[in-house]
């Protein structure tokens, strides 16, 4: 069985006031939060003359040039990045606060937009999105604006003996970690199915904790490979099945008790089919 990993959608047109950012990475979370106040009226250096010497970059940041960002930065490269906006002349728009999102006192009362890289393989490994939450939860305006705005998690099967045979037979890799891999489109064999979409703006911590059934057809999608690969979860046994039979079931994911960053995944399904009769459920941890 092969997860797809995240897909995202972003909002593009609207007009901020106040810009938060945030990262995740395989250390620490790395946040940063920008806000600020829209002056355009007495901004007049929109309408000074064009200076042709100015590259695409200057005229980005002199059209926010209105806007006051600060970067959140919880590791030594908060350090980095302050000498990086000392040296492009942007210390009146960017200053950068060292520590994490849940610690650090902003500035400002709130913001309009969270912009947050916090997807993980299996869209919710490492998980940095409760930090998002609760950045939204004590920062964002009424009818403030979360980007990615929603995040999907999809299920398909392939077809993969070869590479099962040299990874988990072979190498003695265990059968319940999930392997983080590019699947190549032409292994797949069934449908992909939508296990969750999470709407980032309005959902709750508890909402990245689910259930959800599937039923998967035998036949010849069409995918493509994500930037965060896909995830596969290995099965114990081999399934044979023919086009146009189903294998039926549900994916339970929930944060790991011990360890909130981990992903426990449940597995159940059945397939009955003229040449493989199966009923089973397999447990992964992904670490």
């Known amino acids: 069985m092969q997860n797809a990993d995240a897909q995202t959608s972003t909002m593009n047109d609207a007009r901020p006031t106040k810009i938060t950012f945030q990262y995740g990475d395989d250390d620490e979370a790395i946040e940063e939060t920008a806000t600020g106040s ?69 500035p400002v009362p709130q913001v309009d937009i969270i912009i947050s890289e916090w997807m993980g393989y299996f869209l919710l490994y490492e998980n940095m999105l409760n930090t998002v939450l609760y950045a939204r939860d004590k920062w964002l305006v009424n009818n403030g604006i979360v980007l990615p705005d929603n995040a999907s998690l999809y299920l398909t099967a392939i077809e993969d003996a070869e590479y099962k045979e040299d990874k988990i037979e072979c190498k003695k890799q265990s059968i319940m970690e999930p392997l983080v891999d590019t699947v190549d489109q032409n292994q797949i064999v069934t449908n992909c199915q939508l296990l969750k979409t999470m709407d980032i703006s309005k959902m709750t911590s508890g ?40 294998i039926s079931g549900s994916m339970t994911v929930a944060q790991n008790k011990k360890n909130p960053r981990d992903v426990d995944i449940t597995l159940k399904y059945s397939l009955n089919g003229q040449r493989c009769v199966i009923s089973r459920t397999q447990h992964y941890k992904m670490r």
């Open 207 to 246: 909402d990245a904790s689910f259930t959800a059934p599937f039923k998967l057809v035998a036949e010849r999608p069409r995918s493509r490979s994500t930037h965060w690969k896909q995830t596969v979860l290995y099965l114990e046994e081999v399934l044979t099945i023919c086009e146009g039979e189903s």
């Open 38 to 106: 829209s002056n355009l009226d007495e901004d007049s250096s929109m309408c000074e003359p064009a200076d042709d010497d100015k590259t695409s970059a200057d005229y980005y940041f002199d059209s926010y040039s209105h806007f006051g960002i600060h970067e959140v930065e919880c590791s030594q490269m908060a350090v980095m990045a302050k000498e990086i906006v000392e040296a492009n002349g942007y210390s009146n728009v960017i200053t950068v606060l060292k520590g994490k999102i849940e610690e650090i006192d902003l």
